[in-house]
């Protein structure tokens, strides 16, 4: 016996000699998972309370950061890598020692566990397309395969995606894609689907539910939302995209919370076999990052490290965090607040590809050029000053006011575009 | 009129620092972060800032827009069956009452998630019409899908509000009229409508401002283009600190005043004290066959809309499949096994808060309505007001407000108080407090002083005359208020959104909110709707029962 | 204008199953100030709305004017009603009010002001046009719904109940009043109401109705001095009514009833059978202490005083006669002291003051 496997299996029995404690997890899972895990993680630290903060990452890192120093809670838990920088940065996360050795450094290329420490893997997601069978049936709809597939005029208003300010899962599939195909590709794939989506969903949830009882064709979602549907007997498939990574979901322990060992060791539970195991569970359909639940897991469960998954992207997370807040509200201004007209000129460029045939037309050119170049290019991107910009503290008055005036800009410049394009659209011959 | 004592002077200052703590503060602490900078001084730069983002215009507009158009369908719903049930004789009066009662006992977002099932893009409306005449209708788009929603909850506001008024109307009014020549549409537009008018504009404004305000609904159904959504968004993502957040409080709050006060000037000005003077009054006129046939074609659409979405939560709980069909295709009991087994904390939470929250309020309310109607002290009427401005405070508003207000505040024994379940009560208790002060002062007035006097005059201290004499003749406004307030807090989900912290603290709406956020979720998020409707619906009857026992011109729809 | 007659035949009117109205048959002349007098629950109003047209679904006819408008809506009927409550609108003004028929009629502006300001000073308003209802004395409200229904120059005047919101000095003024104006504008007019001294101080005609049926139709004085039933004479005025059997023997009359005991009549009397009532006025009651004299043509009763009532004019005396009470009433005259209680007492009625009722 190495001796961290003495010093893990010394852990797990700390908790039978520990005093009772409240252990607040912030988290952005839904219910069916963290109620499995209160139910285990009470039964086998019976002394404890698990307290679920039910919030979506954004509003999750809003409250850690709002609380003083020794009331803050616990645990944050969730699928959002950035997210945990953004914490780690902020100093909110406190170091764990130990973990469970059976899980390992790396999936693929991607580091599991934060080198710094601060926060760990617990589980594996992929970012991939749900679409409702009876729904693509009804349409007569070609089951997609790739990102770019659902670029296309067949698929529109068939589509559904959530907004990256609103869901870090999706966030992390813009990122995802944004760094598979570059910059300026990316955001050209991106306002193609979003122009093809019916509805910019205000949560990650959103898509699924919305996929699940039919309203939408397809969605872009989180690997277990898709494989849980499908597992509760929704009428549902998933599939991943080859322009994908396979990114934790992460767990840390909270700098300053107010009962740090129970939060400590709830994260062992976690990350220990049994935790790991309810991963498994049908409405919960996680991939674990223990390598050797996959052997108790049925037939045709997706496996990340037996290379079932091609997952062709290396996500680069410190170039996440760096872009995040523009990343963000560029999706929003383009977007999430333009939705109508950004629709309104997709149909319009498809209206007109059908009506021309094939033929090239320099006005369906310079109108796909409007609608799916982002306002902000590759070059600005790279930008340290914008990027600071955007990073700076609310209470700024005057840097708050100037964020307002760019987003305006943006705002302004993507509906003059969307305009412009439907006119020449319209026009094309 | 009792002597102003000690006591006395006592009792209203501690009402008036309640009072203070919990509404003014928080509302003020709402209004005064909206328009001071970092510094602590006078700004309008927030508020500039706010006209500046096209996407706060845009949900301004929207806002305004999803209001008028509710009133507006609210209306026409609303209209012509109050003016069936008053004006004719026919069996089906008591349908539309049932109609008027039947949308408020359940909580509209907890609806809105069945009634996209129903009536959604893919919901079984559209699947029949696509498949029998090829077109859909796009009912829960956007904007519309929360108009939709929105007008079949709050119509029976206008519903009832006009029936009342409409009733209150001396039939030979319309008699004169006729026998002065006047028939039909003309003598409805020249005088049956403006004597009733009061009435409709006390429930037209009140359905604005609530649809105005509401934050549920529009979170379910995924719109955020609205202020209300968009204030929660921004103080939850961005946080307490954003102040564009507060600057849409202000906006909130300032049309709901303007509303509640345009209406309040609009009924004092025409109120005409309309009573009967023993006049034979006309009986109901009888409806012809023609008539006949589109007053019941009316009434059936009407109450299969209003109970579509009843329907539907009730289908969605027993359903283990509903996708892309008509109707569900397998049921099942285990939602409501799932219910019973993991939430039955939140079923006790609301029990407890709302509970906790309504003695509060008949307590507090019992004690002003005392105040104003039996004492001389001076400024009594002060709380009267203070109270009727908890009216106008939308609960989103009332939320963020305590989260600044009381942020860091530790109290013994509980803890944090915004993270405990000591808010609740309080937010729920404020908000609620005007209807119970109105049952209050309504059940008091009708008690005649004389009977106080006679058990002074035969030995009884104050005190023991209030809780001997007084409160038992109270009892029947008591209850009802009581029933009222706990019946309106458990629906309540705006100040719950905001300040429900842990799910352990979780009353029964927040946590049909939350079940509602995973697809395994749904089915047992509506069994818990269910539960909360029939809670709601047994509480609201056993209300009614006290009500009309009590006094027969209350009109219910005006507490929510 | 010429006035017009009003016609009533066989009208008959249920409520579900309850019988209001039971075959009306009725008459009014034109330019006739007819009542219409009973109890409430008569169906007297019910009777006016009919006219006016707000019941329709009644059995005979309605005739005005010789023709029959029991199938026309009220809007159309011109006649013209003042309802109890006066049913001003109180959102508009007295003159809006007033011109209301007129603007239904759809006369020309200058022709409605000429008349709102003819009717209001008629009836003594003028002035007061901009005012609203809320602003009124009742005694000014009554006037404003009697201006508005004249401004239309209906054919018929209906007046439910006009005098039953006014005070008691009011209501005297008022109905002088309004006889005076209906003699002058010489209108048929129908006038419902329950106080009989109301109908006799004003009207040419008073048809006394109890549960629907009409039970006599006649001038203030035939149903006064000629009640054909108990329920006549009782609501008309007030009287004493003792029911009992009437035997001849000898000559002499003599009537039998439980409550009087043994009574003899004058003989030249007829009464209507073997069975019956006799009815006298208390006013016609001569009542003198002690024991006089019997005088031929008078019957006569002896009796106690048991209470008095001081009405001004005169005395009512409740005088204890055998089993039963009888109301005197004694003509006061300054300085005369009542009898106090237990004193013998005599009461004379004159035959001619004496009424039969059948059965």
């Not at chain 3, 009532?309 to 005259?333: I, K, N, S, T, W």
């Amino acid at each position: 016996m190495s001796p961290s496997r003495i010093a893990f299996a010394a852990a797990l029995l700390v908790p039978a000699l520990a005093l009772a404690d409240t252990v607040t997890v912030v988290t952005s899972f839904p219910k069916e998972l963290t109620a499995a895990y209160k139910k285990a993680y009470e039964a086998k630290h019976p002394g404890d309370k698990l307290e679920i903060l039910n919030k979506n990452t954004a509003a999750g890192i809003a409250y850690v950061r709002e609380q003083p120093a020794g009331s803050r809670p616990e645990v944050f838990w969730a699928s959002a890598p950035d997210a945990f920088e953004v914490l780690a940065s902020a100093k909110l996360l406190q170091k764990v020692d130990g973990g469970n050795p059976a899980i390992p450094d790396k999936v693929g290329s991607y580091p599991i566990n934060d080198p710094d420490g601060l926060y760990k893997g617990q589980a594996l997601a992929g970012y991939g397309i749900m679409w409702n069978t009876r729904y693509m049936a009804a349409n007569k709809l070609p089951l997609p395969k790739e990102w770019a597939d659902l670029a296309k005029p067949v698929y529109f208003s068939h589509v559904a995606i959530s907004s990256p300010s609103r869901s870090g899962t999706t966030h992390l599939t813009v990122e995802t894609i944004l760094q598979g195909e570059g910059w300026m590709n990316g955001w050209a794939q991106l306002l193609a689907i979003s122009g093809n989506s019916a509805a910019i969903t205000e949560r990650s949830f959103g898509v699924p539910d919305g996929v699940s009882n039919g309203q939408f064709g397809v969605g872009l979602v989180i690997d277990f939302f898709g494989l849980a549907a499908k597992n509760s007997g929704m009428p549902v498939d998933f599939v991943y995209p080859s322009v994908t990574a396979i990114v934790p979901a992460n767990i840390a322990l909270v700098a300053g919370a107010k009962s740090p060992d129970g939060g400590k060791r709830f994260i062992q539970f976690a990350l220990s076999e049994e935790g790991q195991l309810l991963l498994l569970q049908k409405e919960i359909s996680r991939l674990p990052v223990m390598p050797t639940i996959y052997g108790k897991a049925p037939a045709g469960y997706p496996n990340p490290f037996s290379g079932s998954i091609q997952a062709k992207v290396n996500f680069d997370s410190d170039l996440s965090e760096s872009r995040y807040y523009v990343v963000v509200s560029l999706f929003d201004q383009m977007v999430t607040f333009r939705h109508k007209e950004l629709a309104q000129a997709t149909n319009a460029i498809w209206d007109a590809e059908k009506r021309l045939g094939g033929k090239a037309s320099p006005q369906l050119e310079e109108a796909r050029k409007l609608v799916f170049t982002p306002v902000v290019d590759d070059r600005q991107i790279a930008d340290k000053a914008l990027l600071a910009l955007f990073k700076a503290d609310k209470k700024d008055e005057t840097a708050s006011r100037q964020k307002a005036k760019v987003e305006e800009e943006w705002a302004a410049k993507a509906k003059a575009n969307y305009a412009r394009a439907v006119e020449l659209a319209n026009s094309a011959k | 009129m009792t002597r102003v004592t000690p006591g006395i002077v006592v009792i209203a200052l501690a009402i008036a620092a309640f009072l203070l703590a919990f509404l003014v503060v928080p509302v003020v602490t709402v209004v005064y972060t909206a328009f001071s900078n970092a510094e602590g001084g006078f700004t309008l730069a927030h508020l500039r800032a706010f006209a500046e983002i096209s996407l706060m215009r845009e949900s301004f507009a929207n806002s305004l827009y999803v209001a008028a158009m509710t009133v507006l369908f609210a209306s026409l719903l609303a209209v012509p069956l109050a003016y069936l049930t008053v004006r004719f004789r026919f069996r089906g009066a008591v349908v539309i009452h049932t109609l008027g009662v039947l949308p408020l006992i359940m909580p509209a977002f907890v609806g809105a998630a069945a009634m996209q099932l129903l009536f959604g893009r893919s919901g079984s409306l559209n699947l029949i019409l696509n498949d029998a005449f090829g077109f859909t209708v796009p009912l829960m788009e956007g904007l519309n899908g929360v108009i939709f929603v929105e007008t079949l909850h709050y119509f029976p506001f206008v519903l009832l509000n006009l029936a009342a008024s409409l009733a209150n109307i001396d039939t030979s009014m319309e008699e004169a009229g006729q026998n002065l020549g006047s028939s039909g549409v003309r003598l409805f537009r020249k005088i049956v409508f403006p004597l009733a008018l009061p009435g409709y504009i006390a429930g037209a404004s009140l359905v604005f401002i609530k649809v105005f305000d509401d934050l549920g609904t529009p979170l379910v159904l995924n719109v955020t283009n609205m202020l209300a959504p968009q204030a929660y968004l921004r103080v939850t993502s961005i946080g307490l600190e954003d102040p564009i957040g507060y600057v849409i409080c202000v906006i909130l709050v300032l049309f709901s005043i303007a509303a509640m006060g345009g209406s309040w000037w609009f009924v004092q000005r025409r109120d005409f004290a309309i009573q009967t003077r023993g006049g034979v009054s006309a009986p109901r006129r009888r409806l012809t066959p023609w008539q006949a046939v589109l007053a019941y074609g009316w009434i059936s659409a009407v109450m299969l809309l209003v109970l579509s979405p009843h329907l539907g939560i009730l289908l969605l709980s027993l359903s283990k499949v509903w996708s892309f069909t008509v109707f569900p295709e397998q049921f099942t009991l285990a939602h409501f096994a799932t219910v019973f087994e993991d939430s039955t904390r939140m079923i006790w939470n609301t029990f407890l808060y709302c509970g906790l929250a309504a003695l509060l309020d008949v307590v507090l309310g019992t004690a002003i309505a005392y105040l104003v109607l039996r004492t001389q002290l001076p400024g009594r009427q002060l709380l009267d007001h203070m109270v009727t401005v908890a009216l106008a405070m939308p609960g989103l508003v009332l939320g963020i407000g305590y989260l600044r207000t009381f942020r860091g505040v530790d109290l013994p024994l509980i803890g944090p108080l915004t993270a405990s379940w000591l808010i609740f009560v309080l937010a729920y208790a404020v908000r609620r407090l005007p209807f119970a002060l109105r049952s209050c002062m309504a059940a008091l007035s009708q008690v005649h002083v004389s009977l106080e006097e006679a058990a002074e005059n035969l030995g009884a201290s104050r005190w023991h005359t209030v809780m001997r004499v007084v409160v038992p003749l109270m009892m029947g406004g008591i209850l009802a208020g009581f029933v009222t307030s706990f019946v309106t807090a458990a629906g309540e989900i705006s100040e719950t959104i905001l300040l429900t912290s842990r799910e352990s603290l979780a009353p029964m709406s927040y946590g049909i909110y939350l079940y509602m956020q995973s697809i395994a979720g749904r089915g047992p998020g509506a069994a818990l709707g269910v539960i909360a409707v029939v809670l709601i619906g047994l509480g609201t009857w056993f209300s009614h029962r006290i009500v009309a026992s009590r006094s027969p011109h209350d009109v219910p729809g005006e507490k929510t | 204008m010429t006035p017009v007659a009003v016609e009533l035949r066989n009208v008959a009117l249920a409520f579900g199953a309850t019988q209001v109205l039971r075959d009306i048959t009725l008459s009014v002349a034109p330019g006739e100030f007819f009542a219409l007098l009973g109890p409430s629950g008569s169906g007297k109003s019910t009777l006016l709305r009919l006219i006016a047209g707000f019941n329709r679904n009644q059995s005979g006819q309605v005739l005005i004017a010789g023709r029959d408008v029991s199938a026309i809506p009220p809007w159309r009927r011109d006649v013209g009603m003042v309802f109890q409550s006066y049913a001003l609108w109180p959102h508009m003004t007295v003159a809006q009010n007033a011109a209301f028929g007129l603007e239904e009629r759809k006369l020309p502006r200058e022709e409605i002001r000429r008349r709102v300001a003819a009717v209001l000073e008629l009836v003594e308003l003028t002035g007061l046009e901009a005012r609203r209802p809320g602003q009124l004395s009742g005694g000014q409200q009554q006037r404003v719904a009697i201006a508005r229904t004249l401004a239309i120059e209906p054919q018929v005047l209906l007046l439910d109940e006009p005098l039953s919101n006014l005070d008691a000095k009011l209501r005297v003024q008022t109905r002088q009043e309004l006889k005076k104006l209906q003699k002058r504008l010489n209108i048929t007019t129908i006038f419902v109401t329950h106080d009989q001294e109301e109908a006799m101080t004003t009207c040419d005609r008073i048809a006394v109705m109890d549960q629907g049926v009409i039970q006599q139709v006649g001038t203030p004085m035939e149903l006064f001095d000629h009640p054909v039933n108990r329920f006549v004479a009782q609501f008309v005025g007030s009287v004493n009514l003792f029911r009992g059997s009437f035997t001849r023997a000898a000559g002499t009359l003599r009537f039998s009833s439980p409550a009087i005991g043994e009574v003899a009549l004058p003989a030249a009397l007829e009464p209507p059978g073997a069975q019956g009532e006799i009815a006298f006025r208390p006013h016609a009651i001569r009542l003198t202490a002690g024991d006089p004299a019997a005088v031929e043509g008078e019957m006569r009763l002896t009796g106690t005083i048991e209470g008095e009532e001081f009405l001004g004019e005169f005395l009512r005396y409740e005088v204890q006669v055998a089993g039963a009470r009888v109301v005197v009433d004694h003509a006061h005259a300054r300085g005369e002291p009542s009898l106090p209680t237990g004193t013998p007492v005599t009461l004379s009625v004159a035959a001619e003051e004496i009424r039969f009722i059948a059965g």
